[in-house]
């Protein structure tokens, strides 16, 4: 570790000037920087010491100043990310001890979970997965979305049930994929799944709101698209990006999978370097992983009755939920209304779960270093890298999933990729939360609503609370203007038709 990143540095440039923009996104091609990350305000790039003064070197006097280190130990940084044998429990009385998962189908509790405390490799993963369809069968199947370069396999956990009323007709099943690690470096991005896909399994039966999204919707969970790269990032490089397919260049492994599908592939601009962390391959679905995914993805579509209506494509970092276009920013998507409301929306439920911000924007615009402020015109800088071929543009135009996005999630930068363990169910929480919001917005619901059921007090007042939902919608203002000691009393309204049968969907 020491020996690979003792002498490497991760720098922040604030870029103010269209000239500036130009500088950095030519240096950064020419230097085969890796740049950790970059939005409307700001481009972190790693790279080693005695590399910085080749860049400063190429770029202009007012961009030489404009920046600030990030981590001043990344080596040590990096060791804290793996899990320890020994870590700090959390506070609890002295007869709680750690529990994993248990035939009991109560809840554990966050801070008691310990697949949760730390990140867990794919051999932990892989069992945790079978272990989920053992203790729920009615509800989760462990299915394999396809076979990477190396051989394994791209697990994934189906979560639904569905009517078996053979006199009805049967249509097309409504379904949504929450995906991660396509980036084999962004472990926040695989255990939010797994913690999503944990917190939805267990509220079915428990939680009618959660019931229905699990009778509506068949869930997709793939903790991670690239298996290869994740196992990679454990076992040699935590930095590593890219899956580990073999290029035309034998010491330069790796295609960036985000770059390698379909539609508006832009790979031209890294055919010549496939050493580049952006190398998107010589032609569109050369990514074995993004291709096998793909074929999945419309085989379920045109032989087992599946409609996709939802993607939600987990990254790290910088906290923005980002809609289509990826490709240009002179693209606006058909549906832009509705996906920036949705966005909002879910970056509202996300907030309302431990206070942080998402910002919202095209991917596009997340990924263009611009300027706004005192333009009336949109001003679109160079980018830093292409947003060709991703995933997001591929299922919005190819698969014409009405809702897909791509959310960045923590932090800001002061840890990047190397998130610490203390950040996993905070996270998780604030995925579930979005997910939710997601799902229910699609059924219909819009808004944030009030969810824990109200109590009378002594003196007569209701008292409640306000947080994920639970029942009838709410607009954000009515729940924003109750006083936190009072809430309105929503009940559910129970249908009086016969409910009908329901079971796993194979």
Same mark, same amino acid.
């Given at each position: 570790m020491l020996a690979r990143y003792g002498g490497d540095v991760v720098l922040r440039f604030r870029i103010l000037q269209l000239e500036e923009a130009k500088a950095l996104a030519e240096a950064v091609?020419?230097?085969?920087?890796?740049?950790?990350?970059?939005?409307?305000?700001?481009?972190?790039?790693?790279?080693?010491?005695?590399?910085?003064?080749?860049?400063?070197?190429?770029?202009?006097?007012?961009?030489?100043?404009?920046?600030?280190?990030?981590?001043?130990?990344?080596?040590?940084?990096?060791?804290?990310?793996?899990?320890?044998?020994?870590?700090?429990?959390?506070?609890?009385?002295?007869?709680?001890?750690?529990?994993?998962f248990t035939l009991s189908l109560r809840k554990t509790p966050d801070e008691t979970n310990i697949f949760f405390q730390q990140y867990q490799p794919l051999s932990v993963i892989l069992p945790w997965l079978r272990l989920m369809e053992s203790l729920f069968p009615t509800h989760v199947r462990l299915i394999n979305i396809g076979i990477t370069y190396e051989g394994r396999d791209i697990p994934a956990l189906r979560v639904g049930v569905h009517p078996t009323n053979l006199e009805k007709p049967i249509n097309p099943r409504k379904t949504i994929i929450v995906a991660g690690g396509s980036h084999a470096r962004e472990w926040i991005s695989t255990s939010s799944v797994n913690y999503v896909a944990f917190s939805l399994i267990t509220e079915y039966g428990k939680s009618k709101q959660m019931t229905k999204l699990l009778e509506e919707f068949d869930w997709i969970f793939i903790p991670t698209l690239n298996p290869d790269g994740y196992v990679f990032t454990w076992e040699n490089d935590r930095l590593w990006r890219k899956n580990r397919q073999q290029t035309n260049l034998r010491f330069c492994k790796g295609l960036d999978l985000d770059r390698t599908y379909g539609f508006e592939w832009d790979g031209h601009a890294t055919k010549s370097n496939p050493c580049s962390e952006s190398f998107s391959g010589e032609g569109p679905f050369q990514g074995i992983e993004s291709s096998r995914f793909a074929s999945w993805v419309k085989n379920e579509t045109e032989q087992n009755n599946a409609k996709f209506v939802g993607f939600l494509d987990l990254h790290s970092y910088s906290q923005q939920i980002l809609y289509p276009y990826?490709?240009?920013?002179?693209?606006?998507?058909?549906?832009?209304?509705?996906?920036?409301?949705?966005?909002?929306?879910?970056?509202?439920?996300?907030?309302?779960?431990? +206070?942080?911000?998402?910002?919202?924007?095209?991917?596009?615009?997340?990924?263009? #270093? =611009?300027?706004?402020?005192?333009? @009336?015109?949109?001003?679109?800088?160079?980018?830093?890298?292409? +947003?060709?071929?991703?995933?997001?543009?591929?299922?919005?135009?190819?698969?014409? #999933? =009405?809702?897909?996005?791509?959310? @960045?999630?923590?932090?800001?930068?002061?840890?990047?990729?190397?998130?610490?363990?203390?950040?996993?169910?905070?996270?998780?929480?604030?995925v579930f939360a979005a997910v939710t919001y997601f799902g229910k917005y699609i059924l219909g619901d819009k808004g944030i609503e009030v969810s824990n059921m109200v109590e009378k007090s002594n003196n007569g007042a209701t008292q409640g609370d306000i947080s994920t939902p639970f029942s009838g919608p709410v607009s954000l203002l009515d729940v924003e203007a109750l006083p936190t000691s009072m809430a309105a009393e929503i009940l559910d309204e129970e249908d009086a038709s016969e409910e009908p049968n329901w079971e796993l969907r194979r």
């Amino acid at each position: 570790m020491l020996a690979r990143y003792g002498g490497d540095v991760v720098l922040r440039f604030r870029i103010l000037q269209l000239e500036e923009a130009k500088a950095l996104a030519e240096a950064v091609n020419v230097l085969f920087l890796d740049v950790w990350e970059f939005t409307t305000e700001w481009v972190d790039i790693r790279l080693a010491k005695d590399v910085i003064p080749s860049l400063l070197g190429l770029l202009p006097s007012s961009l030489q100043k404009s920046h600030t280190p990030l981590m001043h130990d990344l080596a040590q940084t990096i060791f804290e990310s793996y899990p320890s044998p020994y870590f700090d429990e959390p506070e609890q009385s002295s007869h709680h001890t750690h529990r994993g998962f248990t035939l009991s189908l109560r809840k554990t509790p966050d801070e008691t979970n310990i697949f949760f405390q730390q990140y867990q490799p794919l051999s932990v993963i892989l069992p945790w997965l079978r272990l989920m369809e053992s203790l729920f069968p009615t509800h989760v199947r462990l299915i394999n979305i396809g076979i990477t370069y190396e051989g394994r396999d791209i697990p994934a956990l189906r979560v639904g049930v569905h009517p078996t009323n053979l006199e009805k007709p049967i249509n097309p099943r409504k379904t949504i994929i929450v995906a991660g690690g396509s980036h084999a470096r962004e472990w926040i991005s695989t255990s939010s799944v797994n913690y999503v896909a944990f917190s939805l399994i267990t509220e079915y039966g428990k939680s009618k709101q959660m019931t229905k999204l699990l009778e509506e919707f068949d869930w997709i969970f793939i903790p991670t698209l690239n298996p290869d790269g994740y196992v990679f990032t454990w076992e040699n490089d935590r930095l590593w990006r890219k899956n580990r397919q073999q290029t035309n260049l034998r010491f330069c492994k790796g295609l960036d999978l985000d770059r390698t599908y379909g539609f508006e592939w832009d790979g031209h601009a890294t055919k010549s370097n496939p050493c580049s962390e952006s190398f998107s391959g010589e032609g569109p679905f050369q990514g074995i992983e993004s291709s096998r995914f793909a074929s999945w993805v419309k085989n379920e579509t045109e032989q087992n009755n599946a409609k996709f209506v939802g993607f939600l494509d987990l990254h790290s970092y910088s906290q923005q939920i980002l809609y289509p276009y990826s490709y240009s920013c002179s693209s606006a998507p058909p549906s832009l209304e509705n996906l920036e409301e949705l966005a909002l929306g879910m970056a509202k439920a996300i907030r309302h779960v431990n +206070g942080e911000m998402y910002g919202i924007t095209s991917a596009c615009e997340g990924s263009v #270093v =611009t300027n706004k402020k005192g333009k @009336k015109e949109h001003e679109i800088w160079p980018k830093i890298e292409s +947003g060709g071929g991703s995933a997001l543009d591929w299922f919005y135009h190819e698969m014409n #999933v =009405t809702y897909a996005y791509q959310l @960045k999630l923590r932090d800001t930068g002061s840890y990047g990729f190397l998130l610490p363990r203390k950040n996993i169910v905070p996270t998780g929480k604030e995925v579930f939360a979005a997910v939710t919001y997601f799902g229910k917005y699609i059924l219909g619901d819009k808004g944030i609503e009030v969810s824990n059921m109200v109590e009378k007090s002594n003196n007569g007042a209701t008292q409640g609370d306000i947080s994920t939902p639970f029942s009838g919608p709410v607009s954000l203002l009515d729940v924003e203007a109750l006083p936190t000691s009072m809430a309105a009393e929503i009940l559910d309204e129970e249908d009086a038709s016969e409910e009908p049968n329901w079971e796993l969907r194979r």
